[in-house]
Structure formats: C-alpha cells, structure tokens
C-alpha cells in the first residue's frame, strides 16, 4: 500500500517535499509517478521516475521548480517542490508499478497499478 504525505498550506514562492512510501515495503524496483488534480480538473501527471536507468519527465509548468528523487537506503521517493505557485494547489498522488515504462507514458496514469490516498497541497497567500 502506498502512502503519501508532505502536504500542507504554504504561501507562494514556499518549498515542500512530498513523499511516497509503501507500507511495509520499498519502492526501489518500482517505476514512480507523482500525479495531482485539482478541483474542477483532470488529473495530470507532474512527474515520474523509471526504475533501472532513473531516467525522469516532467510536466512542463514545473520543470525546473520540482525535483523526483529516490531514497533507496528509505525505499522511498520524494517529490521535492520550490517556488510554489497557486497553481499548483491540488492533491497530490503517487504511484508505481513494476513495469520500466518508456518515458512517453511515464506521466500517463494509466501506466500504474499501485496508488495512494494523496496529500492536499493548497498554495495561498
């Protein structure tokens, strides 16, 4: 079962790190995604991590401001965000599965089979 946390109130231009863990477990030959929604809105896939060669995507709107790590000592992966917009409010999900996906479907929700509950994440002044 995995689990997220790390949410929380932040104001804009605020950091938090989100973090995925599986209960009882490690995510380290697991390929790991990190999706959102936000109210009103489809889920989209904001980034993800292949097991193996650790190559990463990730959304455009966030390139540069988050950070897909892995704690393999942990078994766990981190969602490292910087300079938080309000745009980025949204509950935050993470995923994996076992699968080395290619990285053109890396971001696509369909691609997993494990999710968490999610984390609220609301940027707000």
């Known amino acids: 079962q995995l689990q997220a946390s790390g949410g929380g109130l932040v104001q804009p231009g605020s950091s938090l790190r989100l973090a995925c863990a599986a209960s009882?477990?490690?995510?380290?030959?697991?390929?790991i995604g990190w999706f959102r929604q936000a109210p009103g809105k489809e889920r989209e896939g904001v980034s993800c991590r292949r097991r193996g060669d650790g190559n990463t995507s990730y959304l455009n709107s966030v390139k540069g401001r988050f950070t897909i790590s892995r704690d393999n000592a942990k078994g766990t992966v981190y969602l490292q965000m910087n300079s938080l917009r309000p745009e980025d409010t949204a509950v935050y999900y993470c995923?994996?599965?076992?699968?080395?996906?290619?990285?053109?479907?890396?971001?696509?929700?369909?691609?997993?089979?494990?999710w968490g509950q999610g984390t609220l994440v609301t940027v707000s002044s």
């Open positions: 009882g477990g490690t995510l380290n030959d697991y390929t």
């Open positions: 995923a994996a599965t076992k699968r080395n996906l290619i990285i053109g479907l890396c971001r696509h929700d369909g691609s997993y089979d494990y």
